[in-house]
């Protein structure tokens, strides 16, 4: 693709198709999708005898391992482009749970306690109450979502009620105690928040051609500062350099 950028392939390129190539960007995975796309776009546009484009052209063999791999991409790019639409938590577990059975090596990113999920449990209630299954909820799952729980009025007792014996007063009390606990707002929480796909969008601007050269680790801090830059100064660097 950066071969079919160059001014003489793409003054080529442009007198066969409108479509120009596309390449990968490293803040942005879907781009690999994109440019495999466009790739089997343009194929039916290359010009086979070219020397300098035939040379670096993929095989047959080649080309069907990558039609396959565009397949799985595909797959990926609906779930990365419903995640920007209006979905909860439930809708994201269930889709991550398809890319799991489609490829199990995600598990080690996207499973419900993978090392980059922050609060499992919390994710796991959510998605739990959200399939209207509240009463499995566990203990931890039950704590971590209390701020969410809506408290139940305590009904007035009728005049039934009282003319009742002691016995059946106590076992309507424990049906009522056994219904299940409502937790308010939890359809209302976003899968992604907004800070995070703005530190993402900021990724690409930070990451420019004339930084190429930096190392993931600067990068990761350089990000890092700028997007909590409301909680350091020049003062605090001062102080940390004393």
Known sequence: MIKLRTLTQSAKLRLKTSLRPVIRQDTRWSSTFAMLHRYFKLLEHLDKDDDDVAELLPGPACNRRLRKLLKELAN?????????????????REWFDGLIAMKPQYAHYLAPRADIVHSPDFESGCV???????????????AVLQPFAASAAAAPESDDEESS??????????????QEQKYVLIRSIPPTSNI???????????????????????????????????????????????
């Not at 990926?76 to 809708?91: P, T």
């Not at 739990?128 to 039950?142: A, H, M, Q």
């Not at 014996?165 to 105690?177: C, G, I, N, P």
């Open 76 to 92: 990926v790019e609906s779930v990365s482009k419903a995640l920007q639409g209006s979905a909860d938590l439930l809708d994201v």
């Open 128 to 142: 739990r109450v959200l399939r209207g299954n509240s009463n499995r909820l566990t203990r931890t799952e039950k």
């Open 165 to 178: 014996s002691f016995v059946e007063r106590l076992q309507k009390r424990r049906k009522l105690a056994q």
């Open 196 to 242: 995070v796909e703005r530190f993402f969008s900021i990724a690409r601007t930070t990451f420019g051609q004339e930084r190429n050269s930096l190392q993931p680790a600067t990068l990761e801090q350089i990000l890092f500062l700028r997007q909590n830059a409301s909680y350091w100064d020049v003062g605090t660097i001062d102080s940390l350099r004393s």
